[in-house]
């Protein structure tokens, strides 16, 4: 009898232990992205869509450096390179996709297209969209409050345009004021004025 009690605690010990570590193993994961902040899902997100191994080591701390996006469109521009494509990136967010050889037939997409996926397979499925996202707007804020802020803010238009307007304006895609303003550029781009020099 008293064996049997010893093999049941053994077992109940080890069960315990496997569920502590378990439990250690998922609070370390979610103290690594800490420094994501409010984008915690998101980077959460990339990190379960089976990413390569490259792009899980830039997520897996909850932050993205400059440095880190500019290796990454650097491996992306030479994986494109290997099948005579380029690519210029721009600085406020979007690329150019290019043929070194300066010609473009017309199946030039249908044959670059692939290409470009399968290259940012390898490097960029989620890094450079989640640096430019928490880049803009770190604390993640309603997207109408800031913007319709900051076009209030500089002019663009008045105390009497909502919120709602906005939302309603960007689901239709027409705006009621001129959208490639410089100034409403401006707010599209960095609504809160953190990087990007109007």
């Given at each position: ?27 370390a ?5 800490a420094?994501?902040?409010p ?13 390569s191994?490259y792009?899980?080591k ?35 967010g ?17 044959r ?24 803009r ?15 209030r803010?500089?002019?663009?238009v ?8 906005w ?6 895609g ?25």
């Open positions: 009898m008293a064996i049997a009690i010893a093999v049941v605690v053994t077992l109940l010990s080890s069960g315990c232990a496997r569920i502590t570590e378990t439990q250690v193993a998922g609070a994961a979610e103290s690594s992205l420094p994501a902040g984008w915690a899902d998101e980077f959460r997100e990339a990190l379960g869509a089976g990413v191994s792009e899980e830039i997520l897996a701390d909850g932050q993205i450096t400059t440095a880190e996006v500019e290796d990454v469109h650097g491996r992306v521009s030479g994986c494109l390179a290997d099948s005579g494509l380029g690519i210029k990136y721009d600085p406020d979007g690329f150019d996709l290019l043929s070194l050889d300066g010609k473009y037939p017309d199946d030039f997409f249908d670059s297209d692939p290409v470009l996926r399968a290259c940012e397979k390898k490097y960029d499925e989620y890094v450079t969209m989640l640096f430019e996202e928490s880049r707007n770190p604390e993640k804020q309603d997207e109408a409050k800031i913007t319709v802020a900051c076009l803010r500089v002019g663009v008045g105390n009497d345009y909502t919120e709602r307007k939302r309603a304006e960007s689901d239709s027409v705006f009621s004021f001129n959208e490639y303003d410089k100034r409403a550029q401006q707010c599209r781009l960095d609504p809160l004025g953190l990087w990007r020099e109007p």
